[in-house]
């Protein structure tokens, strides 16, 4: 059909209008190199998000502080299971040994709560051997277990080491001290 001058002729109308390119018609090449970069720069920009975003998904290893505080909740709603599952998190990530060490402190403080001494003892074991200095929280918590399991020798064993890791310039050294060495004599009295 062709269009009709309004004149009312039937020739067809002179008409300036711009006529629609045709879908198939090739662009000049500056804007076909142009469309197809904009294309690689999509994927790009789609590919580092989708990469941004799975990094940020995994989650990130807790500090030794931010593990405590989690472990401290976990523990007082019972969930030793989750709690284990955070120290061994952090474990995971640590290749110093005094981090390892207080790592292995709070699996052991894990496991007394479950009441399974065996594998909290192991805990503070594994703790003494990464430990590069006397460590009284590790002393003290053998010494507990030792008594738990009325093991007198390795409740004495390490009420000596603790005597040894206190730190004399302590105010409270004397004391201390006196403590340990009083619960060894009444071992040791036991034991006769």
Do not use: C
């Not at 594998?119 to 929280?137: D, G, I, M, T």
Request: proline share 4%; net charge negative.
């Amino acid at each position: 059909m062709t269009n009709i001058d309004k004149n009312n002729t039937n020739e067809p109308a002179d008409d300036n209008r711009a006529q629609p390119k045709k879908l198939g018609a090739k662009l000049p090449r500056k804007y076909a190199i142009l469309l197809v970069l904009i294309v690689i720069l999509i994927g790009l920009i789609v590919a580092y998000g989708s990469i941004r975003n799975r990094d940020q998904s995994e989650e990130q290893p807790h500090s030794l502080d931010e593990t405590f505080q989690k472990n401290d909740v976990l523990l007082s709603n019972k969930n030793y299971d989750e709690a284990l599952s955070e120290w061994n998190k952090f474990m995971a990530h640590q290749t110093n040994p005094e981090d390892q060490a207080q790592g292995h402190l709070g699996i052991a403080v894990v496991y007394i709560n479950k009441q399974d001494y065996a594998a909290a003892l192991e805990s503070y074991k594994r703790a003494e051997q990464l430990s590069s200095h006397p460590n009284q929280s590790i002393y003290n918590g053998i010494i507990n277990i030792a008594r738990i399991n009325n093991d007198k020798a390795l409740e004495i064993e390490y009420s000596r080491k603790a005597i040894e890791a206190l730190d004399k310039n302590h105010p409270l050294y004397e004391a201390d001290k006196s403590g340990y060495e009083k619960r060894i004599e009444e071992l040791n009295a036991k034991s006769d």
